[in-house]
T-cell receptor
């Protein structure tokens, strides 16, 4: 089975722009979670989608949003980028929300200049 | 906040067993112990998990104490490619809260 894939792998943006990141879960997995990882804050939970519905959300501002499609693929969007948004963005998929092991993708490295 | 405590770092010689400890004294009855590792700038890789009994797979063994307040991840024959940050996580089996809470982890350095 193919693992979790994320695109793009690397991205450079400037302050004020917006960005959309994509995540394709493992085939058959219906839950997708997003995390932000920075050297200072470590790995922090952004949100989780299950069957196209956001079921859990972390403590991030409304500039961070996401969605999930009927094929379980997910996107996250960050609007009005700030320098502090530079991070590794990770998505993880699991077969069923909250009950199964989460498998992570390789991440998208975002640099905001 | 992370519910686990790990030493910040440890090292071991290549070919020897690496024993990574983790304390989780406030673990609840329905919470599993999970281990992930992260090699620099890559996504975390799932290693193993367990509830009460010791577990073994092709990557590692997990030893959980009888009171479940601590556990040890064992890499039986460490290689240079095992150099990574290892995260011990406790996580409920119910669907109420699906987020994983990562602490700082333990940095394992495998020396030649």
């Amino acid at each position: 089975k193919a693992g979790v894939t994320q695109t793009p792998r690397y991205l450079i943006k400037t302050r004020g722009q917006q960005v959309t990141l994509s995540c394709s879960p493992i085939s058959g997995h219906r839950s997708v979670s997003w995390y932000q990882q920075t050297p200072g804050q470590g790995l922090q939970f952004l949100f989780e989608y299950f069957s196209e519905t956001q079921r859990n959300k972390g403590n991030f501002p409304g500039r961070f949003s996401g969605r999930q499609f009927s094929n379980s693929r997910s996107e996250m969007n960050v609007s009005t980028l700030e320098l502090g948004d530079s991070a590794l963005y990770l998505c993880a998929s699991s077969a069923d929300r909250g009950r199964e092991t989460q498998y992570f993708g390789p991440g998208t490295r975002l640099l905001v200049l | 906040d992370a519910k686990t405590t790990q030493p910040p770092s440890m090292d071991c010689a290549e070919g020897r067993a690496a024993n990574l400890p983790c304390n989780h004294s406030t673990i609840s009855g329905n919470e599993y112990v999970y281990w992930y590792r992260q090699i620099h700038s890559q996504g975390p890789q799932y290693i193993i998990h367990g509830l009460k009994n010791n577990e073994t797979n092709e990557m590692a063994s997990l030893i959980i104490t009888e009171d479940r307040k601590s556990s040890t991840l064992i890499l039986p024959h460490a290689t240079l490619r095992d150099t990574a940050v290892y995260y011990c996580i406790v996580w409920g089996s119910t669907g109420a809260n699906s987020k994983l809470t990562f602490g700082k982890g333990i940095t394992l350095s495998v020396r030649p």
